[in-house]
């Protein structure tokens, strides 16, 4: 009889285990899913990243086609939004490349109010890229990521 007696007491619990373990496990894969979404978006922020150190060296290389007047400062620009930037007049500067440049850079990191600046001298160009870095988790879309790189030609 005593044993009969504890049998009934004991109906529900596992039921009650079962339904605490779903939650929980319901819980851990809500997480889960979370961390995959922000581990996304992360690695979407740096592949733009790499891409706009790819674009600041293709400029290089643009540059280094025309050494001699690249290191004259031909090329030089400062800081600039506008893709269709044209030369003071009576300038001897030449902003095509730029603006072709600074376009495609644009295209390719899905900003189109990407900013760029040229600044090359005898010894260095200096070359900038500046965008918006949307994809960053936390990222401040008024804080915009800069890529500065200063090499020989």
Same mark, same amino acid.
């Given at each position: 009889m005593n044993t009969m007696t504890? !049998?009934?007491? $004991?109906r529900g619990a596992s039921l009650l285990? *079962? @339904?605490? &373990? *779903?939650?929980?496990l319901a819980i851990g894969m809500l997480g889960m899913a979370a961390l995959q979404a922000v581990t996304i978006k992360n690695s979407n922020s740096a592949s733009a990243r790499s891409l706009g150190v790819i674009q600041v060296y293709s400029l290089f290389d643009?540059?280094?086609?025309?050494?001699?007047? &690249?290191?004259n400062g031909v090329y030089n620009?400062?800081?600039?939004?506008?893709?269709?930037?044209?030369?003071?007049? +009576?300038? =001897? !500067?030449?902003?095509? *490349?730029?603006?072709?440049?600074?376009? $495609?850079? +644009? &295209? /390719? @990191?899905? =900003?189109? /109010?990407a900013c760029g600046m040229i600044n090359c001298g005898p010894a260095a160009c200096t070359v900038? @890229?500046?965008?918006? =870095? /949307?994809? &960053?988790?936390? +990222? =401040? *879309?008024e804080v915009p990521f800069n890529v500065v790189v200063e090499s020989r030609l």
């Open positions: 504890f !049998a009934s007491r $004991q285990e *079962v @339904l605490i &373990a *779903v939650l929980v643009t540059l280094r086609l025309n050494r001699a007047a &690249a290191t620009i400062g800081w600039t939004c506008n893709t269709t930037s044209t030369p003071p007049e +009576g300038s =001897d !500067a030449d902003y095509s *490349v730029f603006n072709g440049w600074l376009a $495609q850079a +644009g &295209a /390719e @990191l899905g =900003d189109s /109010e900038g @890229l500046r965008w918006k =870095d /949307e994809l &960053a988790t936390g +990222g =401040d *879309v």
